[in-house]
Every structure is written in structure tokens, then in C-alpha cells.
Nanobody
């Protein structure tokens, strides 16, 4: 399994970015996927999840601003990020694990339920 994130950049407050995660070696339709972010201050936190049924779930800090989705071929996962603020500055990772849990469960049970497969990360920096 290989996950590769792209799309990280430096933007100003209020700006938007779209992150992409291309997966190989897995079938999206049987996996639960998610976006996570990490900073030295907060550690790693879950941002958004999407399950094999296409249901999504979001952390309170990004709800209403971020959207997780899959492309029609179900080979790429996206994270559309709008209304960015400096608090969103972090290294962003995509992750995957074998399905069987809902997006809501994957969000709420992290880190007890920790994905097995991770990308290398892409840096997002938001300046004020």
C-alpha cells in the first residue's frame, strides 16, 4: 500500500487549498480513509474521515470549512480546505485502513483506532 499526498503550500489567512492523496495497492471501496494533521504543539489529530459507503465525518475545528471526497475512479482522496487560519498550519497526512468502521467511528475512536497505512505528509502553512 502506498499513499502519496500533494497540494501543500503556504497561503494567507482566508485562503483555500486542495490536498490530494493518491493511493496504490488498495481498493478505496473497502477501506476507510482519513486526513490527519500534526504540529509539535498539538501532536497528531484527525481532521476528516470517509468510509467505504462514502459517509464523511469532521473534527469540530474544521467542520464547515473542510470537505473530504473521493474522485469518481476512487483512486484519489481530496481535502478541500477553505477559510484557512494560522491554526490550520500543520503537516497533513492521509491514512487508510481496512474497512469495517464508519467514518464517524474512525474519527471518534482515533487514536485508539489507528490506521495502518500512512502517507509521507504535505506541509500547509497559513500566515496572518
Amino acid at each position: 500500500v502506498r499513499l502519496v499526498e500533494t497540494g501543500g503550500a503556504s497561503v494567507q489567512t482566508g485562503g483555500s487549498l486542495r490536498l490530494s492523496c493518491v493511493a496504490s495497492g488498495i481498493v478505496f471501496s473497502i477501506y476507510c480513509m482519513g486526513w490527519f494533521r500534526q504540529t509539535p504543539e498539538k501532536g497528531r489529530e484527525v481532521v476528516a474521515t470517509i468510509d467505504s459507503a462514502g459517509s464523511t465525518s469532521y473534527s469540530d475545528s474544521v467542520k464547515g470549512r473542510f470537505t473530504v471526497s473521493l474522485d469518481s475512479a476512487k483512486t484519489t482522496m481530496y481535502l478541500q480546505m477553505n477559510s484557512l487560519s494560522p491554526e490550520d498550519t500543520a503537516m497533513y497526512y492521509c491514512a487508510a485502513d481496512v474497512g469495517g468502521v464508519s467514518a464517524k467511528q474512525a474519527l471518534e475512536l482515533y487514536p485508539a483506532l489507528n490506521p495502518n497505512f500512512w502517507g509521507q505528509g504535505t506541509q500547509v502553512t497559513v500566515s496572518s
